[in-house]
């Protein structure tokens, strides 16, 4: 992986502390962007609890806008050989496929809450990469995984607090929530 133009074995992420690892699709992806958005909202109580945050993405494809949009707030790598991305089994859509996943419900809510919350997004690089998340302690212990089946997939924020024992304080939401079901006020007939 690189940062900066250095490169660095992926162990040293989570050599001397907690790490959560965000494998995104791609930079220009609105659900990456989303899924970036969303994580900011517990990064405070990452760094609380001295949880390294940090973002992956496959190529250099976008990673400019990316980070001039200030998605993520944590420190980020690229992957340009994806040997992370192969090594962990991350799932590569075809076009067919692809286009098939983009109109589930759960991408076309996500769509929604990217337009809501002003990410953007565009379709330049590899849009048939999918990522996933790893949460890891130090030293290399896996405490969860995660594999994208669909592009908008993510783990909830809670997930991730829940997996390191980081309790939420009383009165905050930490989870994105699909906007409601459009329902139908006519009158029914009798």
């Not at 190529?59 to 944590?74: M, T």
């Not at 799932?91 to 002003?118: H, P, Y």
């Not at 302690?137 to 390191?164: R, T």
Request: glycine share 12%.
């Amino acid at each position: 992986m690189q940062l900066c133009n250095q490169s660095v074995a992926m162990s040293s992420v989570w050599e001397k502390q907690t790490s959560v690892i965000i494998f995104f699709r791609r930079w220009g992806c609105v659900f990456c962007r989303l899924w970036a958005h969303d994580l900011k909202q517990i990064s405070p109580l990452l760094k609380e609890n001295n949880v390294r945050l940090v973002g992956v993405g496959p190529e250099n494809i976008g990673v400019e806008d990316f980070v001039a949009g200030e998605f993520f707030d944590g420190e980020l790598f690229i992957d340009t050989d994806k040997k992370s991305y192969s090594g962990l089994g991350f799932k590569r859509f075809n076009w067919i496929s692809v286009i098939a996943a983009l109109f589930t419900r759960e991408s076309r809510d996500a769509i929604s809450r990217g337009k809501a919350a002003n990410v953007g997004g565009d379709m330049k690089g590899d849009g048939l990469q999918n990522g996933g998340a790893l949460i890891v302690g130090p030293g290399g212990k896996l405490l969860y995984s995660f594999k994208q089946d669909g592009p908008a997939e993510q783990v909830p924020n809670s997930k991730i607090l829940e997996v390191l024992g980081i309790k939420v304080p009383e009165g905050v939401n930490v989870d994105q929530k699909s906007q409601p079901d459009a329902q139908c006020d006519l009158p029914k007939k009798v």
